[in-house]
């Protein structure tokens, strides 16, 4: 019989903040944080483990959610994080021009996160910056693959790495998964939101939006999935509908026929997506009662006036994903 020891999250941090410092030493070590909850955990451990010796940036790749920057920025202050903000914006969606295959766009923007922190950490005063801290865990190498399993897609933080890097890797949360990433945010004392967030992808917006990225098609999947996380919180907190692990809109590349007043409109189509989840490997689709499904669809054609389909999606992981790319 094989007995499943239950993870202990005071255990954990001990043994995780010796390994850092046994890792990062008397060196410098810079780690970013998304938004996501796996990289704040892994941010705010670091912190714990080698205070002075750390940078933590928030890069604004410009395809973060609605208001994110100005939410992350409040949480880092509530566990005194110092956070320094790279605008590198332009960037993300200049690199990305073009690029329609959801593998690309992927490696794409795991290499410009890397080379944006090489030069942060080149400006870091003292310079000495050694370490790369990121928040992967076990699902982000799971599935991208290697050791003979298949590639089912490079997370940013794993197959999306430049094969060249000046910076070496110390990634703390590796073996766990998320629901265990969780558990070690409420012990290290994070706010519930931060702990409780829910997942949010490296690669950010861009694999909602399939296809070619723009800022046009930006600006509709952050207004999208504003909705989305308002009409469902809502629905949630009130009772009407068990809350997902994850839930969002995507942005599909084609656009359908329709009616605007008296008039034919060709209009873009979004995809809302709801989960449960324990770990993110598997996945089925929520139920959602209708009437927030209609609210949802009725606040997204009259708030994002060039879209004008909305579509729920009831695909279980497998044989889907839960992100569109
Ligand atoms: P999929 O789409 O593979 O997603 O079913 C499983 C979970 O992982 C998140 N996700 C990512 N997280 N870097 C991340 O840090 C990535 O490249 C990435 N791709 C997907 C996704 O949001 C879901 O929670």
Request: one cysteine or more.
């Amino acid at each position: 019989m094989v007995t499943i020891m239950p993870f202990d999250p005071k255990k954990f941090i001990a043994g995780s903040l010796e390994d850092i410092k046994k890792t990062i030493r008397d060196k410098k070590a810079i780690t970013a944080v998304s938004g996501g909850v796996d990289s704040f955990v892994a941010a705010t451990l670091a912190n714990k483990a080698v205070p002075g010796q750390l940078i933590v940036v928030y890069v604004d790749n410009g395809l973060m959610r609605k208001d994110e920057t100005a939410k992350v920025k409040k949480a880092a202050e509530s566990v005194g994080m110092d956070l320094n903000v790279v605008d590198a914006r332009k960037r993300f969606l200049d690199a990305l021009a073009g690029a329609t295959d959801p593998e690309k766009k992927r490696k794409i923007i795991g290499e410009l996160f890397v080379r944006i922190f090489e030069e942060e950490a080149k400006k870091a005063k003292g310079k000495g910056v050694d370490f790369l801290i990121q928040g992967t865990i076990a699902p982000d190498w799971i599935e991208s693959g290697g050791l003979g399993r298949d590639t089912i897609k490079s997370h940013h933080n794993v197959g999306g790495l430049p094969e060249k890097m000046d910076l070496k890797l110390c990634e703390p949360l590796r073996e766990l998964y998320k629901h265990e990433v969780r558990m070690v945010g409420r012990e290290l004392g994070l706010p519930e939101p931060i702990f409780n967030r829910q997942p949010f992808p490296g690669p950010a917006l861009a694999v909602r939006i399939v296809g070619e990225v723009s800022e046009e098609k930006v600006k509709i999947v952050q207004e999208a999935c504003d909705i989305v996380e308002t009409e469902m919180d809502a629905a949630s907190l009130s009772g009407r509908m068990e809350k997902p692990w994850q839930y969002f809109a995507a942005l599909l590349p084609s656009k359908t026929v329709g009616v605007r007043g008296d008039e034919r409109a060709y209009q873009y189509t979004i995809v809302v997506r709801a989960v449960r989840s324990l770990d993110g490997m598997t996945a089925s689709f929520s139920y959602i009662p209708h009437e927030t499904l209609e609210k949802i669809s009725t606040r997204i054609t009259n708030e994002i006036r060039s879209v004008g389909r909305v579509v729920y999606d009831i695909t279980n992981k497998p044989p889907g994903t839960i992100e569109m790319e």
